[in-house]
T-cell receptor, first 113, second 116 residues
């Protein structure tokens, strides 16, 4: 069955430090992969997506993610974290020709000043 | 262009009561979805629709019904609410992708439901 694993439930980083959030997926076909961000009490906002092509994907707010097929991973990175990046981040894979999204459990990012 | 809107934003029900959550999108999207979000479990798909008049079950459909009578609206019904249905409910919509299936999903702001 398809699944998405985000190994880190919580991550705390200092403002200005670099960030990497991990995501591993299990899916037999070519994956469509997404990262969404959710601020407290808000809906989900798309950060970036990978459908095909270049394996390094640029997104909004200075985020990027790299698709590594050999490792079944799609890790999210940011070189310098801002306090406003504190939120919950979800990785997702589209299955059944993109008709469904399977989400990971999420990673809560805390930013300390 | 409001995107995806959800009504109501908050609701408290007693066990056994019924209610309907309304989702509306103004992006002319073919696909619409209902998810529930529970702590530590991410979002789980309840039901979805690939077009007006069609619905399909997702991962956790039990206790819920849906209808898509108009392309822009997707209704989620709870016929007899249970405490286990206390959750935050999100609606999403997407257009058809270029290679078949759905494209990126856009989410509404959510409905927080408490069942006592």
């Amino acid at each position: 069955a398809q699944s998405v694993t985000q190994p880190d439930i919580h991550i705390t980083v200092s403002e200005g430090a670099s960030l990497e959030l991990r995501c591993n997926y299990s899916y037999g076909a070519t994956p469509y992969l997404f990262w969404y961000v959710q601020s407290p009490g808000q809906g989900l906002q798309l950060l970036l997506k990978y459908f095909s092509g270049d394996t390094l994907v640029q997104g909004i707010k200075g985020f990027e993610a790299e698709f590594k097929r050999s490792q079944s991973s799609f890790n999210l990175r940011k070189p310098s974290v801002h306090w406003s990046d504190a939120a919950e981040y979800f990785c997702a894979v589209a299955v059944e020709y993109g008709n469904k999204l399977v989400f990971g459990a999420g990673t809560i990012l805390r930013v300390k000043s | 262009n409001a995107g995806v809107t959800q009504t109501p934003k908050f609701r408290v029900l007693k066990t056994g009561q019924s209610m309907t959550l309304l989702c509306a999108q103004d992006m002319n999207h073919e696909y619409m979805y209902w998810y529930r979000q529970d702590p530590g479990m991410g979002l789980r798909l309840i039901h979805y629709s690939v077009g007006e008049g069609t619905t399909a079950k997702g991962e956790v459909p039990d206790g819920y019904n849906v209808s898509r009578l108009k392309k822009q609206n997707f209704l989620l019904g709870l016929e007899s609410a249970a405490p286990s249905q206390t959750s935050v409910y999100f609606c999403a919509s997407s257009s058809a992708g270029t290679s078949g299936g759905a494209d990126t999903q856009y989410f509404g702001p959510g409905t927080r439901l408490t069942v006592l």
